[in-house]
């Protein structure tokens, strides 16, 4: 994991815009009409996108989770859907159970309901059905799976594409440091189950599973990310609004499951994403990070990324006030936003990495942003706002070590 002792490096969460055609390539693939030259293309664009990381000035870079098909260029979930196609045991919810379910939890007995009764959506329903509205983008998420058998894993071939395409980049680019995505076993639980007795059993069921990829991305000398949404996210898909007591407890089995699923990878080729989902919502029920950054670092991870830019959070910087970073880790607070087209100036991005490396150390700072930006924001955006994140670092590095 990259740390430097005499600047700030710059990293982001993973998705980057797509090409159109990429984009087109993937549907096809999709569709069953791909053709010979895909693994070409595919190859030729994260070579690319390496190159813009480069040029932007991004230190530790990913493959923009190009592997991963995106339905339109505006998609919120592609890094979640992606694992429906490298899974075994599920089959269409042709019921929406995913959205439509109703579940009512009870005291000591945290359960997820639909996405469509999450709690910020009832409050500003309006808003959440007004396709004006601007909190979705693109065509939706389409039909999602529910798990009906065994789970198993069959994305072998998929990750070893990822992890070659974007090894040979970085080795061509004299990148170091490259990171590829994969989903958590707690954020992978939130489809239907039909198969697991209990949810524990399921959580685990889903941490074997994906093991396999995790392993295959270390082992391909890159870092592993894992992309948990999930952990902070589905305390809104709580109804009633529960205890932060009950839901922590509910929540440490995907923390124990994910660390089953770690076990034996070294922390420093792992690095944890959380956050509170992309979508471009009012996030009034979000769940305060102080409740949750104590459970965030009980994962065997070496460095931990998370929402600081976006405005609902990014009063939270005080939480490093009180928490001690654990010796040896890195935090990669966002500070650029996926939730926004205004372009942060650097001197704010300088002043929010600042404020960071003045609690937890300069040197265990790695500046990033909210979350992906590919599919959140339009193409030409994002690349300046990662081209702000850099210059804001450069103007923090020279701050912090004059």
């Known amino acids: ?43 030729d664009a994260v070579a690319d996108v390496v190159r813009r990381q480069q040029e932007a000035g991004i230190s530790v870079v990913g493959d923009g989770e190009y ?23 599920l089959e269409l919810d042709t019921d929406a159970q995913w959205v439509l379910a109703d579940v009512q939890s009870a005291p000591g007995d945290v359960r997820l309901t639909g996405f469509g009764n999450r709690r910020d959506q009832a409050r500003f329903r309006e808003a959440y059905t007004d396709p004006t509205s601007g ?22 071939a998929a990750v070893a594409q990822d992890a070659a395409n ?59 990310q894992i992309d948990d949404p999930g952990l902070a996210e589905s305390w809104d898909q709580v109804t009633p609004e529960p205890t932060v007591t009950d839901y922590l ?23 944890y994403h959380l956050c509170w989902g992309s979508w471009h919502g009012p996030h009034s029920t979000d769940l305060p990070m102080r409740d949750i950054v104590g459970l965030m670092l009980d994962i065997d991870a070496g460095a931990y990324s998370f929402e600081a830019a976006n405005v609902r959070h990014e009063h939270e910087y005080r939480v490093w006030d009180d928490i001690e970073l654990p010796e040896g880790k890195l935090i990669l607070p966002g500070v650029v936003s996926h939730a926004t087209n205004v372009l942060e100036h650097p001197e704010l991005v300088a002043e929010r990495i600042e404020r960071f490396a003045r609690r937890v150390g300069r040197e265990n700072v790695l500046a990033s942003t909210d979350c992906g930006l590919g599919g959140r924001v339009h193409p030409q955006i994002a690349w300046a706002k990662l081209e702000s994140l850099a210059a804001g670092a450069r103007i923090a590095s020279e701050r912090l070590w004059g």
């Open 166 to 224: 974007l090894r040979a980049a970085a080795d061509a680019a004299g990148v170091t440091d490259a990171f590829v995505t994969s989903i958590a076993p707690g954020s992978a639980t939130r489809i239907h189950n039909e198969h697991y007795a209990t949810h524990e059993e399921y959580a685990y069921a889903w941490a074997d599973v994906l093991r396999e990829e995790y392993l295959a991305i270390v082992d391909a000398g890159l870092i592993v």
């Open 135 to 156: 909190i979705f983008h693109g065509e939706g998420p389409g039909q999602f799976p529910k798990v009906t058998g065994p789970l198993t894993y069959t994305g072998q």
């Open 249 to 271: 407890d509910f929540s440490r089995i995907h923390v124990e499951a994910l660390n089953h699923a770690l076990r034996g990878i070294p922390p420093e080729k792992v690095r």
């Open 67 to 89: 592997g991963k098909s995106m339905s339109s260029p505006m998609d919120f979930g592609a890094w979640w859907s992606y694992s429906f196609q490298r899974t075994g045991g």
């Open 1 to 43: 994991m990259l740390r430097s002792t005499d600047r700030i490096e710059t990293t982001h969460a993973g998705s980057l815009p797509r090409t159109a055609e990429l984009l087109a390539a993937n549907a096809a693939r999709e569709s069953g009409d791909a053709d010979g030259d895909f693994g070409r293309l595919l190859r």
